[in-house]
Structure formats: structure tokens, C-alpha cells
């Protein structure tokens, strides 16, 4: 699951980037509003974690705009501002969820699964597709109790792909969603991944179908 970190603190960027990515969240990080916006248009982010104290802008002025456009992503304010009046605006703005600092991470991750699932960004526990099973939680895949022994990218993209089962997913979401913005990819990257994927749920008597739409993208089905 790809979010995006609003933060310019650069000590504090990292550490989070360490210790979310491990819980299986890959983490964009935008330096300012500036580049949040230009973040937010390219990429599909299940959530957002917004820090308020920006360099070229304040964050509730980017999360007012981003509300007046349409964009229902859920945000989780990250934030010093500690007091019931700068909660009570940044809640008014539109945020799902404050959190002040310091604070602990898995306090954090707590909450971003918490606004996820009332956002819908969990449809309960797990995802399903022919004999496949997928938790989201631990984020784990099995057929009948068997894992399946996936990579890291590779359980990126079956969560991607099952979050929007009988739904083409777009290439570019998918290098999005498995390598972030602006990296330097070799044109066949993501048909490596899916190559690899399909292979072990053949492997694992799924169920499950990848099937390649050309030109457009991807899409995750139940065999018939």
C-alpha cells in the first residue's frame, strides 16, 4: 500500500520511511505543498500524512484545496500543534485523523489502519479471488492455509491488483504503486513483476487469472 508522507523535516521523513516500510506501507515523501500537489495529481495514494508546518505553505491550506477539488483521500495531520482549537480547524478542514507531536509509530500505524477502514481503504480483513485469500493485515497470501511465499514488490502488486479485482489496474499505477514517482525504470519492470506473480499463483493452485490488457494495464479474475 503506497501513501504519501507531507513532511519536511528531513530526520523525521526518514525515520518514519523506516520504520512504516517494514510494516508493509511504501512512502512517497513530498518536501512541501508545492510538491505534495504535483505528487497528488500522478499518484494513487491510499492515504496521506500531512504535516502542517510547511516551508512555502501552511498544510491546512493544502488540505483545504485539496477537499474544494474532490479529493477524498484520507488524511492524517501530523503535527506540534497540540491544542484543541488547532485540532478542532485542522478536523474542520477536512483531516480524518490528528495526530500531535511527538508521537509513538505504532500509535501511528493504528490510526492510518483505522482511517483506512472506515474509508473503505480495507474491505475488512482480507481480499479474495478464486481459492486466494489475502490478508491485509498481516499481509500475507495463501491458498487453503498455504502461504505463498511472495517479495515484497510482488505482494505489492497482488494487494493492488485484488484491491480492484475485475478492474483493469493502468501500468502507470502499477510502476506508481511498486517504485514511486520518477524512477528510472527499464520499460519492462512491471511485466517482470507480474510475470513472477502469475507464475507463483499457478504454482499455488489459486484460482486466479492475471491477464494483461494491452496497452492499458492489468486485471486480477477468478478462473472460470
Do not use: W
Not at 42 to 58: R, S, V
Not at 169 to 178: F, G, M, Q, T, Y
Not at 193 to 202: A, E, G, I, T
Amino acid at each position: 500500500m503506497r501513501i504519501l508522507l507531507i513532511e519536511d523535516d528531513r530526520a523525521l521523513a526518514e525515520a518514519l520511511t523506516a520504520a512504516l516500510c517494514p510494516r508493509g506501507l511504501s512512502v512517497d515523501l513530498a518536501r512541501s505543498a508545492d510538491e505534495a500537489d504535483a505528487f497528488l495529481q500522478q499518484a494513487d495514494y491510499a492515504a496521506i500524512l500531512l504535516d502542517l508546518g510547511l516551508p512555502d505553505e501552511d498544510g491546512l491550506v493544502l488540505l483545504h484545496r485539496m477537499r474544494a477539488r474532490g479529493d477524498t483521500r484520507p488524511v492524517l495531520i501530523l503535527t506540534a500543534r497540540g491544542t484543541i482549537d488547532a485540532r478542532i480547524r485542522g478536523l474542520n478542514e477536512g483531516a480524518d485523523d490528528y495526530l500531535v507531536k511527538p508521537f509513538d509509530v505504532d500509535e501511528l500505524h493504528a490510526r492510518l489502519l483505522a482511517v483506512l477502514r472506515r474509508q473503505g481503504g480495507y474491505l475488512g480483513r482480507s481480499l479474495t479471488c478464486g481459492q486466494l485469500t489475502f490478508d491485509l493485515e498481516i499481509r500475507v497470501a495463501h491458498v487453503e492455509g498455504a502461504t505463498i511465499a511472495l517479495s515484497v514488490r510482488e505482494t505489492e502488486l497482488l494487494e493492488l491488483l485484488l484491491r480492484r479485482a475485475g478492474n483493469v489496474v493502468p501500468k502507470r499505477i502499477a510502476e506508481d504503486h511498486l517504485f514511486g514517482l520518477g524512477g528510472d525504470l527499464g520499460s519492462n519492470a512491471v511485466e517482470v513483476y507480474v510475470h513472477r506473480l502469475r507464475k507463483k499463483l499457478d504454482e499455488a493452485a489459486s484460482g486466479t487469472l492475471i491477464e494483461t490488457v494491452r496497452g492499458v494495464g492489468y486485471i486480477i479474475v477468478a478462473k472460470p
